[in-house]
C-alpha cells in the first residue's frame, strides 16, 4: 500500500472515530460509510415490524417496544457517562424532534403492516429530498446548479417508483409519504442537533422522551407478546440502537442535504430481506426509479468530494503547506 494510500484511510479513520462528537466536521466518505451501515441497521427494523404486524401487533404497540428497548440497550452507556448523557442545551430542538419522530415512525410501520418492505422504502425515498429541500431552504446551505439537477432527478426516479397516478395508490401509500415528508425534516434537524451534542446523546434522549410518549397510545391496544416476539422486539431495539446512532454519526460528518442522499442504499437491503422472508418481489418500474436516483445520488456525491478536496488544498495552501 502506498504511502499517499495509508494516509487517505487514517483520514477516513478518524473521521469514523470522531463523527460522534459534536461539529464532526466534513467527510462525504465516512458519510457514506456510516448511513450505508445505518440503512441495513433500519432495514432490519422494517423486516420486525413486518413480521410482527402479520403476527397481528397494532403498530402503536410496536413503536412503543421499538423506543424502550433502545433506551434498554443504551443503559451500560447511561452508567458509563452519568448524567452529562442527557444533560442538553437544545431542549426545544429535541423537542419538535419527537414529535416528528412520533409521526414519521407511526405512519411508517403503518405503511409497513398493509405494503412489502421494499415498496414502502421506495416510497421513502422522497424522504431525501424533501431533507434537502429543508437544508436549502431552513438551514441556509448554499446549493449550486448541479446539486439542484441532482435533486430534480432524485425526485423523478422517486416519482417513477411511487406512481401516484396509478390504480394501486391508496392508503399504504398516503402514510408511507407522511412518514417520508416528516422524515424529510428530521434529516436537518439532526444536523442542527449535532453542532452542540454528540450521536450517542442525540439517539438516548430522542429515545428516552419518546418511550412514555408512545406508551400512551400502546396501552390501547396492548397485547402481551410471545417469547419468540419478544425476541425479536429486543433485536428490533438493537437495530434502532445501531442504526440511528449511525445515522446521526453520518449526519455529523456532512451537509444535511448530501447525508440524505446516502439513504438510498437501503432499497438493496430492502428488497433482499423482503424476498428472503416474506416471499416479496418488488416491479421493474421500483427499479428503473432506483436506478436514476442512484445515478443523482453518485452525481452529487462526486461532486461533494471534489469541493471537499478542493478546500483542503487550499486550506493547506492558506497555511503555507507546500506539500
Not at 442527557?86 to 424532534?97: A, D, E, K, M, N
Not at 429530498?129 to 423523478?156: N, Q, T, Y
Not at 460528518?253 to 416479496?280: C, H, K, Q, T
Request: include cysteine; hydrophobic fraction near 60%; glycine fraction near 10%.
Amino acid at each position: 500500500m502506498s504511502p499517499n494510500s495509508r494516509g487517505k484511510l487514517r483520514v477516513l479513520a478518524d473521521a469514523l472515530r470522531t463523527s460522534g462528537k459534536a461539529g464532526g466536521g466534513d467527510h462525504p466518505l465516512a458519510a457514506l460509510i456510516l448511513i450505508t451501515a445505518s440503512m441495513a441497521m433500519l432495514v432490519g427494523i422494517a423486516a420486525v415490524v413486518r413480521g410482527a404486524t402479520m403476527a397481528g401487533m397494532d403498530p402503536l404497540q410496536i413503536m412503543f417496544f421499538r423506543n424502550f428497548f433502545c433506551v434498554v440497550w443504551m443503559l451500560p452507556l447511561l452508567a458509563w457517562r452519568g448524567l452529562s448523557l442527557v444533560r442538553t442545551s437544545q431542549p426545544g430542538l429535541y423537542g419538535f424532534r419527537v414529535a416528528l419522530s412520533f409521526i414519521s415512525m407511526l405512519t411508517y410501520f403503518q405503511a409497513l403492516a398493509v405494503l412489502p418492505v421494499a415498496e414502502v422504502t421506495a416510497i421513502g425515498f422522497l424522504a431525501p429530498i424533501f431533507g434537502a429541500l429543508c437544508a436549502i431552504f431552513l438551514l441556509g446551505e448554499r446549493v449550486g446548479i448541479h446539486r439542484w439537477a441532482a435533486i430534480l432527478i432524485g425526485f423523478a426516479g422517486a416519482m417513477i417508483m411511487l406512481r401516484p397516478g396509478g390504480s394501486a395508490f391508496g392508503y399504504g401509500q398516503i402514510v408511507a409519504l407522511v412518514s417520508a415528508l416528516t422524515l424529510g425534516f428530521i434529516g436537518p434537524l439532526i444536523k442542527q442537533l449535532t453542532a452542540a451534542d454528540d450521536a450517542d446523546r442525540i439517539v438516548f434522549i430522542t429515545n428516552l422522551v419518546s418511550t412514555p410518549i408512545s406508551l400512551v397510545p400502546a396501552l390501547f391496544v396492548w397485547v402481551w407478546p410471545s417469547l419468540e416476539m419478544w425476541l425479536l422486539l429486543m433485536l428490533m431495539g438493537l437495530f434502532a440502537l445501531l442504526g440511528h446512532v449511525a445515522l446521526v454519526r453520518g449526519f455529523a460528518v456532512a451537509d444535511a442535504s448530501l447525508a440524505m442522499s446516502f439513504n438510498f442504499s437501503r432499497l438493496p437491503f430492502a428488497a433482499m430481506v423482503g424476498y428472503i422472508f416474506f416471499g416479496e418481489v418488488i416491479d421493474g418500474w421500483t427499479w428503473v426509479g432506483a436506478t436514476v436516483i442512484f445515478a443523482a445520488a453518485v452525481y452529487i456525491t462526486h461532486r461533494e468530494a471534489m469541493k471537499a478536496r478542493r478546500a483542503s488544498a487550499l486550506q493547506l495552501k492558506a497555511s503555507g503547506y507546500d506539500g
